[in-house]
């Protein structure tokens, strides 16, 4: 069966969270970026099932983030795109021996072990998707085996990931979060605007990122601006 890897692909810091340049300064968003990630490596981490976890990206950052958290640093070109690169990285890992690997992004504020654990449950074989709220891209993707599939994320990408898997004849499954607190909650909402921040500052209980934004002042100054 291989063993199960879980896949997180870096921005480098110049562009991590550039939707929110109206409202956070550089040094904000780079922070926020970070302690966002912070909290997805922690959950994947702790999840029961996950083997081993795999950090995608050039930029020193990445390599940082991966010696830091005791993960494996891929490389990747930029050349190649987002989904371009994940393809690669998927490749590299299946040679290695990963029979799974699930790609999740590094901005899922509320993501918690039992997410990752009822992911890999549903999962099965195959492809399965858990879409975005938003605007159906892919909030996690789950491959086993790793590479049956050429990647398209961005978005309404949930979809075609779905389509390209039953072109090839394979199994593939679309997995909705629930509300808050169900199935698969914490692949809900990815954090890209505004609003997202604001909403975040009302997530009691939350981790580094929520912290964050309470101690710099960034919820109070969001609050005050509304």
């Not at 050039?58 to 891929?74: M, Q, V």
């Not at 790609?103 to 549903?122: I, N």
């Not at 199935?183 to 605007?193: E, M, P, S």
Request: with cysteine.
């Amino acid at each position: 069966m291989g063993s199960t890897w879980a896949l997180l692909p870096i921005k480098a810091p110049a562009r991590a969270k550039s939707r929110l340049a109206g409202a956070l300064d550089e040094g904000e968003r780079i922070a926020l970026a970070d302690q966002l990630r912070r909290d997805v490596i922690a959950a994947l981490q702790a999840a029961a099932g996950i083997d081993a976890l795999a950090i995608l990206g050039s930029a020193a950052t990445a390599r940082e983030l991966a010696r830091s958290s005791g993960a494996r640093w891929l490389d990747d070109d930029p050349a190649l795109g987002l989904s371009g690169n994940i393809d690669a990285g998927m490749a590299v890992l299946a040679r290695e021996g990963a029979g799974t690997v699930i790609v999740v992004p590094a901005d899922l504020p509320l993501l918690a072990p039992a997410d990752v654990e009822a992911l890999l449950e549903a999962h099965g074989e195959g492809l399965s998707v858990v879409p975005a709220t938003r605007d159906g891209g892919t909030n996690a993707l789950a491959m086993t085996p790793p590479g049956i599939i050429a990647c398209c994320f961005g978005e309404d990408s949930a979809r075609l990931h779905l389509e390209r898997a039953r072109q090839h004849g394979l199994a593939a499954r679309l997995l909705r979060p629930a509300a808050a607190g169900g199935f698969l909650a914490g692949f809900a909402r990815d954090l890209d605007t505004v609003d997202d921040v604001r909403w975040l500052c009302t997530q009691p209980g939350a981790g580094h990122a929520r912290r964050y934004l309470e101690e710099s002042g960034i919820c109070a100054r969001l609050r005050a601006d509304d």
